[in-house]
């Protein structure tokens, strides 16, 4: 097996620094999953380019966990799931709607079930959404632009679930009480 090192700010390659000391600035540290893939400074400043439109983006925080926490389970990323939970949790999301996703079934919260459908049928149909994907989710009180707006969220967690999965990146002590296995 090939091992990926984990990189800090003063290990990295030079173009990933300046996404590290960004990273470190946000994150108050570099998750494990950065340093990994600050192996490579194009994957890494894409990745930090890319979050930073999603949250700045029209979602809450909070559904944007959802968003992620849906993505890495749908992506079967073990260390992006027990990322996510810690943070879904920390935004307020409800522990049984946490727990739903985490056994790939939908929250309860029915926005927040109607933005985890949307993303996990993008994820497992590769992109070919049909009327009916869409039309519910539209019926949940979101607005076309946000349809759209999921691409991009997906798009930035299946960088780092990938990653998660070519890297194995070990799982930080802060994150083990989240641990998931599919």
Do not use: C
Not at 94 to 105: K, N, S, T
Request: proline share 4%; hydrophobic share 45%; charged share 15%.
């Amino acid at each position: 097996m090939t091992n990926f090192p984990v990189h800090t700010i003063e290990t990295a390659p030079a173009g990933a620094r300046p996404a590290l000391e960004n990273l470190q600035a946000n994150f108050g540290m570099i998750p494990n999953i950065l340093g990994s893939m600050s192996t490579s400074p194009v994957l890494i400043n894409s990745l930090v380019g890319l979050f930073g439109q999603v949250h700045g983006g029209s979602f809450t925080e909070a559904q944007i966990q959802t968003l992620l926490l849906t993505n890495a389970v749908t992506n079967e990323s073990a260390w992006a799931v027990a990322f996510h939970t810690a943070l879904a949790l920390k935004e307020g999301l409800d522990a049984a709607d946490v727990q739903a996703i985490r056994e790939r079934r939908l929250p309860q919260d029915e926005k927040l079930a109607r933005l985890s459908a949307l993303a996990q049928s993008l994820i497992l149909k590769r992109g070919h959404l049909d009327q009916q994907d869409i039309q519910a989710f539209l019926a949940a009180g979101f607005e076309k632009g946000h349809a759209l707006e999921v691409i991009a969220v997906v798009a930035a967690s299946t960088i780092t679930n990938y990653t998660g999965s070519v890297t194995q990146t070990p799982l930080e002590a802060a994150f083990q009480p989240y641990a998931w296995t599919k």
